[in-house]
């Protein structure tokens, strides 16, 4: 039996990644991280989410160490800044987060026997995090499996695809309102479309807009990345 997890907050990529995952894989276990982030009100929707759309079951996790050891405008009342100059990493950035979270989750792979981690980071529209970049993700896999000589893969669906082929996979699963109205991306926590002006508000909604803009040549594009 197949068994994957997936690192989920609630937000339109690791939802797109779940849906699509419970597509693929006989059983599939969710977990959450609580680490004090600003837009809180995503655990709640993590785990209304994993509910409704099947998963088997949904941990949410008490990362706070994060939390005392980090200052990020993602977990502060700090305003939140651009990546102005392209380079630069941008102030929303959690040192070590993405590392801590797939420890956690190779802990949990390893404890129920999952041989699959799902997470939705993408470095096509690169935010600036360098956790986010599939060099890190292979290193990452290969730290696992070598600490606890277990078989291990980590999934990154999303890596290559732009926001707007996101869009065309949550709507080849027949997703897309789901994903648009449920989910919550947004820095300033609002499910949705969001506050509209927050940096991964504007992500989201340009790629919406260039998805339904051109919704059927994004398919084809989607198609023939998926099928390389
Ligand atoms: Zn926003």
Same mark, same amino acid.
């Given at each position: 039996?197949?068994?994957? &997890? ?5 937000g ?9 995952? !419970?597509?693929?894989y006989d ?20 785990k ?17 160490? !994060? ?12 305003p ?8 630069? &990493? ?8 993405? &590392? ?48 606890m ?43 949705g ?14 790629? !919406?807009?260039?998805? !339904? ?16």
């Open positions: 039996m197949s068994k994957a &997890i997936v690192v989920f907050s609630g339109q990529d690791s939802t797109t990644c779940l849906i699509q995952a !419970l597509t693929q059983e599939v276990h969710c977990v959450t991280f609580d680490y004090g982030q600003r837009h809180r009100q995503e655990i709640e929707i993590a209304e989410l994993s509910s409704k759309l099947g998963a088997k079951s949904h941990q949410v996790l008490d990362v706070g160490i !994060l939390n005392d050891l980090t200052v990020s405008a993602l977990t502060r009342d700090i939140i800044e651009e990546n102005k100059d392209g380079n630069a &990493i941008p102030n929303t950035f959690v040192p070590g987060r993405n &590392i801590l979270f797939l420890t956690l989750a190779g802990i949990y792979a390893y404890q129920i026997n999952a041989d699959v981690i799902i997470t939705g980071v993408c470095e096509t529209d690169f935010s600036g995090y360098p956790d986010c970049r599939n060099e890190f993700i292979k290193s990452m896999q290969t730290a696992l499996m070598q600490g000589d277990k078989q291990l893969t980590i999934s990154t669906p999303l890596m290559w695809l732009d926001k707007a082929e996101t869009w065309a996979l949550a709507d080849k699963y027949n997703s897309l309102e789901l994903v648009r109205h449920q989910t919550l991306t947004c820095y300033n926590g609002l499910k479309d969001g506050c509209g002006t927050c940096p991964a508000c504007i992500l989201r909604q340009r790629g !919406l807009d260039e998805y !339904l803009a051109n919704s059927t040549m994004i398919q084809a594009q989607l198609t023939a990345k998926c099928t390389k």
